[in-house]
């Protein structure tokens, strides 16, 4: 039904196979395909000095006037 190769997915769906046997192998395909996932260095992270100031929601804001 399915073949993993390079992490590369292939899927042939065939007649008569269940919603749910699909369901099910493409999510243990997407779990494959984010374990071997190569790594992304640190050094490409966005860094910042401080830690960005939360919003507030709309109707919590102050007022000034």
């Excluded at 039904?1 to 269940?18: K, N």
């Excluded at 395909?33 to 929601?57: D, F, G, K």
Aim: with cysteine.
């Amino acid at each position: 039904m399915a073949e993993l190769r390079d992490r590369s997915v292939t899927i042939e769906y065939f007649q008569g196979a269940s919603h749910h046997a699909m369901s099910e192998f493409l999510c243990l395909a997407i779990r494959f395909a984010i374990e071997t996932r190569p790594e992304v260095p640190s050094t490409q992270h966005a860094t910042r000095s401080r830690p960005a100031r939360p919003l507030r929601p709309l109707g919590m804001q102050r007022v000034t006037g």
